[in-house]
């Protein structure tokens, strides 16, 4: 019910800032919580950031606090992950995700749909 397709990555330097956009099809998505995930050569995929249905309430993991910031659009239909003071351990495949509830996810088991990833490579 819910197809997500992500952009904005890219290859930038240490320091320097991008934001990812998620785009999503479906009659759920104002209903429903996100994140971002990502995955790293060699690693399994870790959650990065979440947000409620109503965007009030986020969640973030410990090496991105501060630096990357999650919001949403329900009436543009989008997700986004503003990202500053990148740094090389960031670099990874990105992916969008939507949970089953209107709650704030906080790993994969919470996850219905997935995106299809966009690379993020930060240069040191």
């Known amino acids: 019910q819910v197809q997500l397709v992500e952009s904005g990555g890219g290859l930038v330097q240490a320091g320097d800032s991008l934001r990812l956009s998620c785009a999503a099809s479906?009659?759920?998505?104002?209903?429903?919580?996100m994140g971002w995930f990502r995955q790293a050569p060699g690693k399994e995929r870790e959650f990065v950031a979440a947000i409620g249905w109503s965007g009030s309430g986020t969640l973030y993991t410990d090496s991105v606090k501060g630096r990357f910031t999650i919001s949403r659009d329900n009436a543009k239909n989008t997700v986004y992950l503003q990202m500053n003071s990148l740094k090389p351990e960031d670099t990874a495949v990105y992916y969008c995700?939507?949970?089953?509830?209107?709650?704030?996810?906080?790993?994969?088991?919470?996850?219905?749909?997935w995106g299809q990833g966009t690379q993020v490579t930060v240069s040191s």
């Open positions: 479906g009659r759920t998505f104002s209903s429903v919580g």
């Open positions: 995700a939507a949970g089953r509830g209107g709650y704030v996810l906080r790993s994969g088991h919470d996850v219905n749909y």
